[in-house]
């Protein structure tokens, strides 16, 4: 039976125009309150704007058999144990007969600033996966088969996330991929080596500019990376699944 793809890219359109839309329309509420954040922090701190990836993901879990599951979107139960830490708390969590099928983060970076907030993107993805793993390693999701886990960034597509970027390193040479490479070539470097690393069972960025608010428009950088190889390889893994439960 082949994959069922749910229409994916239509979804990651809407996905998108409501990621913008909400934004705007925070920034726009906190204005006329008087109580604006500063800078961008409005939009940050509205909340729910990747909701219409959430929505995208459970479709794709829902067309390859697996509708009876339990898809957990609420706060309250979206928390996993560690090993280095107690818990973390996911974005989306999806729960088949008491076993875990798949953990999904979702993640945003809007400009102006982009240095800093990388590192710590970057720094974040590589503890969330090894927190994850080693506990899974130890026995913390019981005997069942490896989870899915998945890592999406939306990064906003403009002058200062495309520009190259110079590094510092006084006592040894970066590596030669990364010399002059833009913040969007970084971040697709991190997604492809998350996935060699085996520490995301896929990683995808996606680009979108601020004047998709009406187009839900979006580009990628690489196949591997793409919209397209995360969710096939999301379809493949809940179809797995849905067959072993019967």
């Not at 040479?173 to 690393?197: H, M, N, S, T, W």
Request: net charge positive; glycine share 8%; hydrophobic share 45%.
């Amino acid at each position: 039976m082949p994959l069922d793809l749910a229409n994916h890219e239509s979804l990651a359109k809407q996905a998108i125009r409501r990621f913008w839309g909400n934004r705007a329309s925070a920034r726009e509420k906190q204005l006329a309150s008087g109580k604006a954040d500063q800078g961008e922090r409005a939009g940050v701190t509205a909340g729910k704007n990747m909701d219409g990836f959430l929505d995208m993901v459970a479709a794709i879990v829902r067309a390859n058999g697996l509708g009876h599951a339990d898809i957990h979107l609420q706060r309250r139960l979206l928390t996993l144990p560690g090993y280095f830490r107690p818990t973390k708390l996911w974005d989306m969590l999806i729960i088949n007969d008491g076993r875990l099928v798949a953990a999904l983060e979702f993640k945003s970076h809007v400009g102006p600033s982009f240095g800093n907030n990388f590192n710590n993107r970057a720094e974040e993805a590589l503890g969330t996966a090894t927190d994850l793993w080693t506990a899974y390693r130890e026995g913390a999701f019981g005997a069942a088969a490896k989870p899915f886990v998945g890592w999406l960034m939306l990064l906003e597509d403009c002058p200062g996330s495309r520009a190259p970027v110079q590094d510092k390193s006084p006592h040894f040479p970066v590596f030669p991929e990364f010399k002059g490479a833009a913040y969007a070539q970084r971040y697709d470097i991190l997604c492809q080596r998350l996935i060699r690393e085996q520490l995301y069972t896929t990683a995808a960025l996606l680009l979108s500019p601020r004047a998709a608010a009406k187009t839900g428009a979006y580009s990628e950088l690489c196949e591997m990376t793409g919209l397209r190889a995360f969710v096939t390889t999301l379809a493949g893994h809940i179809a797995a699944e849905a067959a072993r439960s019967g």
